[in-house]
């Protein structure tokens, strides 16, 4: 199975162009495709609906979008009718089996007084696989304090550990003449963390490697997929000094649940993506 996570900077590559075929073919041929900074109605790309761009580029994929805030556009009426122009922001999922269900989990956030801060979240699908139902996570943490990605990670894994007994979107469906749905425990979390590997909320996810074992599989710390792999991913250039090799990192990842760690085959970025300022991250799983 082949995932892909790509935060994709609503469309805006590294040349300023907005190019939104080349981000689907970065991504094409994915099982699961993990996306952020997916808009509709952004002033920065001229109000694209990007959600519907991508659907039709990528007729193939299942999907399901989770904006994390809408803000009116300039909303007004026109020959008696209502125009609803509403800024959209969010994670965006794809897949080419079927979403099972879906739900937007918004994450904890506080108000900030000089530097722009997002409403930001995690969007969940559960997706039919070959190895059965497992949940995927395309999110995005803040970008400017490690305290509130602290309280983001801590609110995010609350949920997705909590997920077999408070059942996801929905339970007791049997009143609705459809069958329970599954309640899979195994999970991969794929987006922007915004945060460098070895840094406090990094290490408040996965754990403390310890002096004599290392870092031994327990249920509740998720694996990072690329450390595991042995796998450099760089994913992220600054697009004011794309060729300043000092200003590269490593804030995208891939989590998997420890009973998905041995499944871990390959892990890889796509360095020759320019369709954003960050670059596809890819994993297989066996």
């Given at each position: 199975m082949?995932c892909?996570?790509y935060?994709i ?7 300023g ?9 970065s ?5 699961v495709?993990a996306l952020?900074?997916?808009?509709r109605?952004n002033?920065?790309?001229q109000?694209?609906?990007m ?6 580029l990528l ?5 399901v979008?989770?904006?994390n ?6 909303s ?6 209502a125009v609803n ?26 108000r900030s007084i000089?530097k722009?801060?997002?409403?930001r979240g995690?969007?969940?699908a559960?997706i ?13 943490l803040?970008h ?18 909590a997920?077999?007994?408070?059942g ?9 003449g ?11 979390l ?18 403390r ?7 031994p599989?327990?249920a ?5 997929a ?6 450099e ?8 000094r ?8 490593r ?14 085959k ?7 993506a ?7 991250l ?5």
């Amino acid at each position: 199975m082949q995932c892909v996570t790509y935060n994709i900077q609503y469309g805006i590559g590294l040349d300023g162009e907005y190019d939104i075929d080349r981000i689907a073919e970065s991504v094409r041929g994915a099982d699961v495709v993990a996306l952020q900074e997916v808009s509709r109605n952004n002033p920065k790309n001229q109000g694209r609906d990007m959600v519907a761009e991508i659907a039709a580029l990528l007729p193939e994929y299942f999907f399901v979008y989770g904006p994390n805030f809408e803000v009116d556009m300039g909303s007004h009426v026109k020959d008696g009718k209502a125009v609803n122009l509403r800024f959209q922001f969010g994670n965006m999922i794809l897949s080419k089996t079927p979403i099972l269900s879906s739900r937007n989990l918004l994450l904890p956030r506080g108000r900030s007084i000089d530097k722009l801060n997002l409403q930001r979240g995690a969007l969940e699908a559960m997706i039919e696989t070959p190895a059965g139902p497992i949940r995927f996570y395309s999110l995005h943490l803040d970008h400017r304090s490690p305290d509130e990605r602290v309280r983001q990670l801590c609110f995010l894994m609350d949920r997705v550990l909590a997920y077999p007994a408070e059942g996801g979107a929905l339970t007791g469906v049997g009143e609705l003449g459809f069958p329970e749905p599954p309640r899979p425990e195994e999970f991969l979390l794929l987006g922007d963390f915004n945060m460098l590997s070895g840094s406090e909320e990094y290490l408040r996810l996965t754990g403390r490697p310890d002096h004599e074992f290392g870092m031994p599989l327990v249920a509740h710390l998720p694996v990072d997929a690329a450390a595991r792999a042995g796998a450099e991913t760089i994913t992220w250039v600054d697009p004011v000094r794309p060729g300043d090799t000092s200003r590269h990192k490593r804030i995208d990842y891939c989590f998997v649940s420890a009973g998905l760690a041995s499944r871990i085959k390959a892990c890889r970025v796509d360095r020759e993506a320019v369709g954003s300022d960050h670059m596809p991250l890819w994993l297989e799983l066996a």
